[in-house]
């Protein structure tokens, strides 16, 4: 961590609740904040010792003095690489564009929960993704949740809808395994909309986000006066989701002790709350999220084998975008076609020199990172379709990596040359067309079948000669 007086704050705001607890929130991450209650006093710090030594500003939406975005200008030209985020009470995306544009370099909305706001400035002040592309938005764009939604041929990715779209039609509990930004909360969304609890409630709550010692009570509540600080009763999350789903992401995070609660819970159905004499008999359908593989956590002892067993009734997997990036294409045009239906930005195209560049990245950040990164590079673009061009910081990273990548191809995604500068054996080509096929009409397989002028039962054929798993 840097020094301290290298990690100042700026806190544009007149709301006394949200200075302190933005200022609190920041000072457990090492920062010390400085307030400025209007524009004026905010520009005029720039200039003062302290404000030379500024690392990052925070500003409300609603600042007196100046419109927002006029601000954002105003302390951009002053001090270009200072990082800008600003919360608002729009969910307008048209805000966040002309936000950006102006300088801003993430936003977030209100309410804003304390781990939102802590991961927003921790991306916004990391060294290696300042005023660059790849970095990452902390609100998203409007999802839909059906399975349609979910852009992709690769078969890892095939078989992980198939199993999921399954699972939906029965009442078990799912387990889904995937790297940040895989897309887990949209398949867990894309489940609920298609199960039979789809009309009762679905409760999310994210286990890293909550300090260790509330975990419980927030899970499985607490009577009042049930430990010190238990001045009210708490209904837990449990019990609140009681007939419907609750999804419990980053559950690798939870103690030992609170593992193994749940994993009883799982057994008998029924939850007592902290400092309770009785117990709730409770319906609820589980959908838990982990990052990390449980089984190699089950191995290493940080996670109970017996709650892994009750919740991997139904597994999914969700490979990373490295492990398919022959669907970047297919994303990229996906992503594009719904950022250009957002207020302020309008449809693009891309061309096969900025696919090239995306496809050589290895993208830590998954299929969430490919997003952000459109949108920045969409914001910013004057003409009719994104360029490698857009993508700057890319570029700078891969050099020569790219145009060793680049794809000889239709446009549409399939590679028709191999490394070597030869042909590719058509068996393989066959292949990804009806990957792309699938993809493309999200494994609805007699639409496939129509399009590519074949059979369903041909077409079944050849997904077994292929060896490409089924996704219908």
Not at 17 to 44: F, H, K, N, P
Not at 106 to 123: C, E, F, G, N, W
Not at 248 to 259: G, K, N, S
Request: hydrophobic share 45%; glycine share 8%; with cysteine.
């Amino acid at each position: 961590m840097s020094d301290i007086e290298d990690r100042l704050l700026m806190l544009i705001d007149d709301e006394p609740a949200q200075i302190r607890l933005v200022s609190a929130l920041a000072a457990r991450e090492g920062w010390r904040t400085i307030v400025a209650r209007d524009s004026e006093t905010a520009i005029a710090t720039l200039g003062t010792r302290q404000g030379m030594r500024l690392g990052a500003i925070i500003l409300d939406q609603w600042v007196p003095g100046e419109s927002a975005c006029d601000l954002i200008a105003e302390l951009k030209a002053r001090r270009p690489a200072l990082p800008i985020l600003m919360i608002t009470t729009s969910s307008s995306p048209l805000l966040a564009v002309e936000a950006m544009r102006a300088g801003a370099t993430d936003y977030l909305i209100k309410p804003v929960s304390p781990d939102r706001l802590v991961q927003a400035l921790r991306a916004a002040t990391a060294p290696e993704v300042q005023s660059s592309e790849l970095h990452p938005l902390t609100e998203k764009l409007g999802a839909a949740l059906d399975f349609d939604s979910m852009i992709g041929a690769a078969s890892s990715f095939r078989t992980a809808l198939a199993v999921a779209a399954k699972a939906a039609r029965t009442h078990a509990h799912v387990l889904i395994e995937g790297e940040s930004g895989t897309g887990k909360e949209m398949l867990v969304r894309a489940i609920h909309a298609a199960s039979p609890r789809s009309k009762l409630p679905l409760r999310i709550i994210n286990a890293g986000g909550i300090p260790p010692n509330q975990i419980e009570s927030v899970m499985f509540g607490h009577e009042k006066g049930a430990f010190a600080g238990a001045f009210e009763r708490l209904v837990g999350a449990l019990q609140h989701a009681d007939g419907g789903t609750l999804v419990i992401d980053e559950i690798d995070r939870l103690p030992m002790a609170v593992q193994q609660r749940l994993g009883q819970f799982i057994a008998r159905g029924d939850v007592q709350p902290i400092g309770a004499h009785h117990s709730f008999r409770l319906d609820v359908r589980l959908f838990v999220c982990s990052n990390a593989p449980l089984r190699d956590l089950v191995e290493a002892g940080l996670f109970d084998a017996d709650l892994l067993t009750r919740l991997s009734t139904t597994q999914v997997r969700l490979p990373t975008l490295r492990e398919r990036s022959g669907d970047i294409p297919a994303l990229a045009r996906h992503f594009l076609a719904r950022i250009g239906e957002q207020p302020g930005l309008r449809p693009l195209g891309i061309t096969d020199g900025a696919l090239s560049l995306l496809a050589a990245y290895d993208w830590p950040g998954n299929v969430r990172q490919l997003q952000a990164t459109l949108f920045r590079a969409a914001v910013f673009c004057d003409g009719e379709a994104l360029t490698a061009q857009d993508f700057p910081r890319l570029a700078n990273l891969l050099g020569e990596t790219a145009r060793v990548h680049q794809p000889i191809s239709d446009g549409a995604g399939v590679t028709l040359f191999g490394p070597d500068g030869n042909l590719r054996p058509l068996e393989e080509i066959e292949a990804d067309v009806i990957r792309l096929a699938i993809g493309h009409y999200r494994g609805r397989m007699t639409e496939v079948a129509r399009r590519l002028g074949i059979g369903r039962s041909t077409l079944y054929r050849k997904l077994s000669e292929l060896g490409i798993d089924n996704a219908a």
